[in-house]
């Protein structure tokens, strides 16, 4: 099946698939010669899907997936994944009131925020990604994949399996990855409490923060990230986070602590996610 999933342009297909294609996971996701694809799990039903750029104001989707009935719940995750439904217009006009984010987004007009396919799996990225790299993060992704993925009944080129359960990963000793013991209780909690709260990770509801920090070893910057990125909070800020200190050090011109970063954030709000998103770009065309 192919669909078109329209947006008010501009957009920013390269910066998007950049993001992407640095933390995809072998056997989940492949990037090749500008089409992301993956494996999905919807319900128990397994399936794929690519997309790329079909027209100014389109992305293509071919889907693979056996249930015809999924395909509105399917396209309504895609449009949050890709971040299809911004309002830039509003955001860019909130932010250019700070000179310095005025002259990045004129450089980049059409950067969105990445989302995510399923809130288990940011978070487990997530929390895979807390104090190492992230190079690093993804190895230990696609060996916790290989380890207690599904294998794919029609396996395509690149893409074998699809992400673990909640069930599985909750009764998994993760620390045997070969990560601190601590961090694979997080992993196997983080599973647990969405077996217990089903709504764990769903966009629009209250409090979405404040359930995360309530997880143990969940902090606020694993929290703010899953925010941003799942639950589609726009303010959702991972304070403190390296990049984004570097990032606005090197636009500065000199040193910026992560209290000077929070503070010249809320001049942001209640679009700072999507300054934390051109920041982080800005460091890596920067590279």
């Known amino acids: 099946m192919r669909l078109l999933l329209a947006y008010q342009p501009p957009y920013d297909w390269p910066a998007l698939l950049g993001f992407l294609s640095a933390r995809a996971i072998v056997g989940l996701e492949t990037v090749v010669e500008g089409v992301y694809s993956r494996s999905i799990d919807l319900h128990g ?14 992305l293509e989707l071919t889907l693979d997936f056996p249930d015809p009935g999924a395909v509105p ?35 980049r007009p059409g950067l969105r925020v990445p989302g995510a396919w399923d809130g288990l799996e940011l978070a487990i990225r997530a929390v895979l990604g807390q104090q190492i790299t992230v190079v690093a993060a993804i190895r230990l992704a696609g060996k916790l994949l290989a380890q207690y993925g599904v294998p794919l009944s029609s396996p395509q ?24 013991k601590s961090r694979g209780r997080t992993l196997s909690g983080v599973a647990q409490a969405l077996l217990d709260d089903p709504r764990l990770f769903e966009s629009g509801r209250e409090g979405g923060v404040a359930r995360l920090l309530a997880l143990h070893g969940i ?6 990230y ?3 990125r799942q639950l589609r909070e726009l303010d959702g800020f991972p304070n403190g986070d390296v990049g984004l ?6 636009l ?27 920041l982080w770009t ?6």
């Open 45 to 58: 039903v397994h399936g794929t899907f690519s997309i790329q750029p079909a027209t100014s104001d389109a």
């Open 73 to 107: 719940e399917i396209v309504a995750r895609l449009r949050r994944m890709f971040d299809l439904d911004a309002d830039l217009c509003t955001i860019h006009r909130h932010l250019a009131v700070d000179p310095l984010m005025a002259r990045l987004i004129a450089e």
């Open 157 to 180: 080129p690149g893409l074998s399996h699809v992400f673990p359960t909640a069930g599985v990963l909750a009764g998994a000793d993760l620390a045997t990855l070969g990560m601190p």
């Open 219 to 224: 902090g606020d910057w694993t929290a703010q």
């Open 226 to 228: 899953i925010a941003l």
């Open 245 to 250: 200190i570097n990032a606005l050090a090197a």
């Open 252 to 278: 500065e011109g000199g040193p910026v602590t992560a209290k000077q970063l929070l503070l010249r954030a809320e001049g942001w709000r209640p679009y700072r996610g999507y300054a934390a998103q051109v």
């Open 282 to 287: 800005s460091l890596s065309r920067a590279d």
